[in-house]
């Protein structure tokens, strides 16, 4: 179970640097396709500075993660593990509560079940 365990987090990880893609990179092509309707075409220009701050913090987001998997001693793996995911989760509640219910099915539920098994296994 503790592949399984990784591979959650390595799938978070990976969730967070295609984020940090569109949001630092791809805000004005990828971003209006990801984000329809949640905010009008013509802002996308303006925030162009905010999305790419977002994406930068997902991209710590993404490196805590990555970082959690390659720590060789278990006990510091698990904490930074939890410690990233947990961050996650926040951001995910906090987006859910003031931006869209989407954002804690595809960000939320994957760092729940992935915190879910780093503490059962």
């Known amino acids: 179970m503790q592949i399984v365990t ?8 990976l969730q967070h640097l295609l984020f940090l893609w569109i ?8 971003g209006k396709k990801v984000f329809k ?3 009008a075409p013509e802002l996308f220009e303006p925030t162009k500075v905010l ?8 991209g710590f987001l993404s490196a805590g ?3 959690s998997l390659i720590v060789q001693d278990q006990y510091w793996s698990e904490n930074i ?14 987006g859910a509560y003031s931006a869209s ?3 804690l099915l595809i960000q939320g539920i994957p760092a729940i079940v ?3 098994m780093v503490f059962i296994f």
């Open 51 to 58: 999305a790419a701050n977002q994406g930068l913090y997902n």
């Open 101 to 103: 219910g989407k954002i």
């Open 23 to 30: 949001e630092m990179f791809a805000w004005e092509s990828t």
């Open 65 to 67: 993660l990555i970082w």
């Open 114 to 116: 992935a915190i879910l």
């Open 6 to 13: 990784q591979i959650l987090i390595a799938f978070v990880a």
């Open 37 to 39: 309707g949640a905010l």
């Open 81 to 94: 593990s939890i410690f990233f995911l947990s961050c996650v989760i926040i951001a995910a509640l906090y």
